[in-house]
């Protein structure tokens, strides 16, 4: 494997291994492997994707103290290591544009950061999606399900980022949305199924919810 990815892959996995979140290791591992499935057939820069991919989350601005905080992360590792100044604009760009930011995130202009972001949502949707974003919720403090209280529309950037809805709501604010948000059509058409599934697993949840009287 190419020296640049192996010792990428090194330092994420030691940065990331107990965030309790799910944006841990293995979150980044599938995000990587699903870009580089997709890349493939996009036929987009397969390094590009790759090291944008094992990157993503350092600079989150949710795993991070402030936004430049965690591009600082990001910048400080691509500094030590020998990418070209062309590579490293186009890693960063990527990274800094693909956050979901509740529908407000800027547009995307190469392919591979449609590649990194389709990759990255559909880490959560489906089955994956699903036990993420109960973790998710739970590292927050936020409860599974409140009937009383409905799925937001419209929400600003702030409303957004205080993140402090239902986990079931979070499907109707954001994870449903997601299929008809890929960017790419492989990316699409893997979307589809665990949609599907995210479908299903509602239904479930609330005949459970509503046959307990
Ligand atoms: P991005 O990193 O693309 O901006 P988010 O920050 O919205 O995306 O979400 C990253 C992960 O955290 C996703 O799996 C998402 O479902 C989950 N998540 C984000 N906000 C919430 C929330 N309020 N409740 C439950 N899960 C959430
Ligand atoms: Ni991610």
Known sequence: ?????????????????????????????????????????????????????????LADEKLNETEEAGVKRVTDW?????????????ILTI?????????????LNSLEAK??????????????????????????GNIIHDPETIPREGMSLEEYRKRDGTAINHFYE???RLKDLMKTNTGYEMAKQRHQFMEHYLEEFFDEWSSIK
């Open 1 to 57: 494997m190419n020296n640049l990815i192996q010792s990428t892959m090194e330092f994420v996995r030691s940065e990331l291994e107990n965030e309790g979140s799910g944006h841990d290791w293995w979150h980044i591992h599938r995000v990587t492997k699903t870009a580089r499935r997709i890349a493939e057939k996009e036929g987009a820069d397969l390094l590009i994707c790759t090291m944008a991919a094992l990157l993503h989350d």
């Open 78 to 90: 691509l500094d030590q290591i020998k990418v070209t100044g062309n590579q490293r604009e186009q």
């Open 95 to 107: 990274i800094q544009s693909i956050s979901f930011k509740g529908g407000h995130g800027p547009t």
């Open 115 to 140: 590649v990194v972001q389709d990759a990255d949502r559909l880490d959560a949707i489906g089955a994956i999606g699903i036990a993420r974003c109960f973790t998710y919720a739970g590292s927050k």
């Open 174 to 176: 954001k994870l449903l």
